[in-house]
Structure formats: C-alpha cells, structure tokens
C-alpha cells in the first residue's frame, strides 16, 4: 500500500467537480442546482482528503473536510429554507422566475 | 496499488461519476436526491480507501442522514411542482455550453495529468484518521474553529425557521401593478 497513487482520487474529484459545475450552470431546477453544489462540494472533499493521504504529517486536509461538510449542513439548510420560501412567493421553483430583485 | 485496492477503487468511481450523472440529469427530483444518495455513499467508501474512517463515518451520518433526508422532506413538500417540466428554452446554447466546459474541464485534466508528478502515498502510522487522532487534531489545534462552527450551525438553524416560518407577505401583486413601489415591503 506504500506505493499508492493517489492522482486517480484527483483526477475522479475534478470529474465529479465538472458534472457538479455543469449541473448548476445548466440546470433551471433550484432543487437540482442545489444538489449540484453539494456534488462539487463533495468533489473538493475527496481531494482534500486525497492530499492530506499524500501529505500525512498534519490532519489539516480531513479538519478541513469536517469544516466543509459543517458549512455545507448550514448551507443546505438555508437554501432550502429559501426554496421553500420562493415557493411560498412565486409557485415555482424555477431560477427564471426569481426576478424579485430584477426592478 | 494491489490489485483489489485499484478495482475497489474503480468500482467505487464508476458508481461516483454514475451518481453524479444522475443527480444532474434527474427530470424528476425524488430521482436526483436517491442518486445523490448514491453517490454520498461511494465517496465514502473512497474515504475508507484513504484511510479516513472518521470523515467516512462522518459522510455518511451527515450526508445520507441528515442533508438527503432533508432534500427528499423539502421535495415532498413541493409535490407536484417540483419536477421540472421539459425545457425547451435556449436548449441549444445551454446543451452548447455544457459541452464545451466538459471538453475545455476534460482537457485541463489531461493536460495537468499530462505535466505533473504522480502523487505518492507515504507510509502512514497505524490510526491515522481515526476518530482518535481526529479528536485529538480537533480538540487541540482546531477547537477555536470548531467552536466557531457550532455557532454557524445555530446561526443557520435559526434562519432557517425564520425563513421557512411562512409570514412573508405577497408583494407580488402589488409588483405587478405598480413595479417599483413593491420593495419596500418586508416580511
């Protein structure tokens, strides 16, 4: 196991990286889009935990992770709250249809 | 990498990038979360692979059973109306510009795979990333940021009753007559 490569775990986090980015800049369901973030945020996760398995001195990689994974509960929290709050406004949950702020 | 270790590996990606796939091009949102679902898992499989049981465990209380629970509860609540229906607007530039960051991404990633070193693992010591060690980093260098992330987690479950409690006033209809004189209703 000392001889592990470890650019597979980059290479498959900038992979899940591009879906995740292609899905919010894409997609015009808020639902999806929020799902999209997640999927990028779970991408930088898997390459910080990849760089702290290449780097093993400190835990900084994976303390990072636990940050990411905290910020990103708080997040889906509030986004959604959001979602349901638009819902409440507009009957839709379409990000063409949020023009609140527009005028 | 042994030979079991890189088909773990390869199973655990091909489900990853399967999941991701699905989330993004779910039509029906109950669909997307389940592939969510899918793929939180596989990520944390790979954490095990990296050996970082803590945050695999950690991956799966949080994402599978707090953040995926939380979307399917907030998708059955929406109903009907949260599929979105088939959207033929600007399908070309979109379906255009969805292409050309995947191949300008694919690029980037074969040209850096191209140009850099391999990354090494080093040999580790026995426990590394275990809940111990993990505690031990969390308690001692880390515990001013983790002290400050309980606050942003009551920060968030506070605004997010006070945004979800439903007293907002529907300043729609009033938009709509007279644009301009709507913003300065609050909820």
Known sequence: MSTMNLDHFVVLSAILFTIGSIGFLVRRNVIVTLMSIEIMLNAVNLALVAFNRAHPANYSGQIFTFFVIAAEAAEVAIGLAIVLAMFRLHRTIRTDDATLLKN | ?187
């Open chain 2, 1 to 187: 990498m042994n030979v079991i270790g890189s088909l773990y590996f390869y199973v655990c990606a091909a489900v990853a990038i399967a999941g991701a796939i699905a989330t993004v091009t779910a039509r029906n949102p109950i669909r997307g979360a389940v592939s969510l679902l899918v793929m939180v898992v596989s990520i944390a499989g790979l954490f095990l692979a990296l050996s970082a049981e803590f945050l695999a465990a950690i991956q799966l209380i949080v994402y599978a059973g707090a953040i995926v629970v939380l979307f399917l509860f907030v998708i059955m609540i929406l109903g009907e109306s949260s599929s979105s229906v088939h959207d033929k607007k600007r399908i070309v530039s979109r379906t255009l510009a969805a292409a050309l960051l995947g191949a300008v991404s694919l690029g980037a990633i074969v040209l850096v795979v191209g140009v850099s070193t391999p990354l090494q693992a080093p040999r580790i010591r026995a426990g590394f990333g275990g809940i111990d060690a993990i505690g031990r980093a969390l308690f001692s260098d880390w515990v001013v940021p983790f002290e400050l992330s309980s606050a942003l987690l009551m920060v968030a479950v506070l605004g997010a009753v006070a945004i979800a409690k439903g007293d907002i006033k529907r300043p729609l209809e009033s938009a709509a007559t007279t644009p301009g004189s709507a913003s300065e209703e609050q909820p």
